[in-house]
């Protein structure tokens, strides 16, 4: 069973970069079909689908959030990553790191991660 | 970018009784890509259904989508408990994919 891990800071202070990682087992982020990315929730708010990133390299990022989100891919220890720069309070939300199948819907979530960003 | 309303925002209904929940876009979502995810307090979301209609792997029968274009329902036939939750229906057809706001399903 494939199961996704978030691991990170829970608090951020403003304009700094929020770092996550998101740990696979259970599975391969190497193979063909993997396809991953992150999806966030403030707090009694919906879902943001942040930014992902495909096997063959590509990304695709929220317009919103483009020019200041990467998502990049570490295949030597199975996982991957989102860093979110110049934060703000608004970017204070749950982020779950998640498989996504090839058309784009959420096939598995991690059990997600609440950052603060406050001073 | 496709902005996704749901509507009701709450929706009250018995146990045993049929839930229906809609799910309109501003504009029309490509080859049907709209599905519906089940969120449950302190819980990731749970994909319940893709390509508007096909349920996802493990899912109850009781669950069905339906729906085109620009105005799609899911619909849950006989409440069960375990079925009041958040539903969310998210669009995947044009980037940047996005998320309706939620409907809060409780119990009456």
């Known amino acids: 069973q494939l199961q996704l891990q978030e691991s990170g800071p829970r608090l951020v202070k403003p304009s700094e970069t929020l770092s996550l990682t998101c740990t696979v087992s259970?599975?391969?982020?190497?193979?063909?079909?993997?396809?991953c990315g992150w999806i966030r929730q403030p707090p009694g708010k919906g879902l943001e689908w942040v930014g992902s990133?495909?096997?063959?390299?590509?990304?695709y990022y929220n317009p919103s959030l483009k020019s200041r989100v990467t998502v990049s891919v570490d295949t030597s220890n199975n996982q991957f990553s989102l860093k979110l720069t110049s934060v703000t309070a608004a970017d204070t939300a749950v982020y779950y790191c998640?498989?996504?199948?090839?058309?784009?819907?959420?096939?598995?979530w991690g059990q997600g991660t609440l950052v603060i960003v406050s001073s | 970018e496709i902005v996704l309303t749901q509507s009701p925002g709450t929706l009250s209904v018995s146990p045993g009784e049929r839930a229906t929940l809609s799910c309109r876009a501003s504009?029309?979502?490509?080859?049907?890509?709209l599905a519906w995810y089940q969120q449950k307090p302190g819980q990731a979301p749970r994909l319940l259904i893709y390509g508007a209609s096909s349920r996802a792997s493990g899912i109850p029968d009781r669950f069905s989508g339906s729906g085109s274009g620009t105005d799609f329902t899911l619909t849950i036939s006989r409440l069960e408990p375990e079925d009041f939750a958040v539903y969310y229906c998210?669009?995947?057809?044009?980037?940047?994919?996005?998320f309706g706001q939620g409907t809060r399903l409780e119990i009456k």
């Open positions: 998210q669009q995947y057809g044009s980037f940047p994919i996005t």
């Open positions: 504009q029309s979502v490509s080859s049907r890509k």
């Open positions: 998640a498989k996504i199948t090839a058309a784009g819907t959420v096939e598995y």
């Open positions: 259970g599975g391969s982020i190497s193979s063909s079909n993997f396809y």
């Open positions: 990133i495909y096997y063959s390299g590509s990304t």
